[in-house]
């Protein structure tokens, strides 16, 4: 069987600032509410929870500095909504903007640009984020919970990430087993530790060996070189790196917690 040919694909992201506001799903949801005037109506039918959508027309209100979704509170019918002035201009420059975007993304890939992968290899490098550490990997397993998910990212090298999110994000992040995303773990929040020496809870326990520890006034940022390929950075104190006698070639352990992992995808 031969292999499917490679598609060019990608979608818009709003952003006020330095807050994402999300993507098609949110304007989705502000359509389905004009066109239903019910916040639990359009939450159905874009697949979002309830409060999932409630959690979402906050968020939209607030980075937008003036409402978009008026709404009075109900009974079993969720209330009421209707969408400003300001909403529907919203919707109808997001969808303008959504088919130019697809027009675009079709003449790149009838002019054959991205037969490599290029676009979205590009859009991986180009991500701003303030976390020192950004991870690549598959989705491998959702383990559900009653409020939150486990999800597992298979990295480079085989080793395996855990996160703790909402199912929410889940939801949102459109996560499925096979799915790519970014694992986002700030420094900080990084142990490091001595293999076989004191066992620690930390979910994460990512094997590699010391190849860097810079000094600063008060902390150390220790990089390690993960076994298979990839780096880590941890920030610890100066007085923890002299009492494991940190240095180069120092076969060590990055550990962290699932609470402590961000996930991203690229849209």
């Known amino acids: 069987m031969s292999p499917a040919p490679l598609e060019l ?7 006020a600032g330095a807050q994402t506001w999300g993507g098609s ?13 019910s916040i639990s109506a359009a939450a159905r039918a874009v697949g979002m929870s309830y409060k999932g959508a409630w959690d979402a027309i906050d968020t ?7 409402p978009l979704v008026l709404r009075a509170t109900g009974g079993k019918g969720g ?5 400003t002035p300001r909403a529907r201009q919203l919707v109808a420059t997001f969808r303008a903007l959504q088919a130019e975007h697809q027009r675009i993304m079709a ?18 490098i180009m991500l701003k984020t303030s976390a ?3 991870l690549l990997g598959v989705v491998t397993e959702i383990r559900p919970g009653a409020v939150n998910d486990e999800i597992v990212l298979r990295i480079g090298g085989g080793h395996d990430v855990v996160a703790t999110i909402t199912q929410e994000s889940t939801a949102e992040l459109g996560l499925a087993v096979g799915s ?10 990084v142990l490091i530790a001595l293999p076989g020496g004191l066992r620690i809870s930390a979910s994460n326990q990512l094997p590699g060996i ?16 993960l076994d298979g390929g990839g780096t880590v950075a941890a920030v610890i104190t100066q007085d923890s790196a002299r009492a494991l006698e940190l240095a180069p070639g120092l076969p060590a352990l990055a550990a962290f917690n699932a609470s402590s992992v961000i996930l991203g995808v690229v849209a």
Request: proline fraction near 1%; charge should be negative; charged fraction near 25%.
């Open 60 to 66: 939209m209100n607030n980075l937008a500095g003036e």
């Open 132 to 134: 020192r550490n950004k």
């Open 210 to 225: 010391v190849a860097q520890v810079r000094e600063g006034a008060v902390n150390c940022e220790v990089i390690l070189d």
């Open 180 to 189: 790519e995303a970014i694992a986002l773990i700030k420094a900080p929040s």
């Open 107 to 124: 003449h790149l890939a009838q002019a054959g640009l991205d037969d490599a992968g290029n676009l979205n290899l590009m859009r991986r």
């Open 25 to 37: 799903s949110r304007i989705d949801l502000l359509a389905q509410i004009d066109d239903t005037g």
């Open 9 to 15: 694909d990608g979608s818009i992201w709003l952003r």
């Open 79 to 83: 209330g009421g909504a209707r969408l």
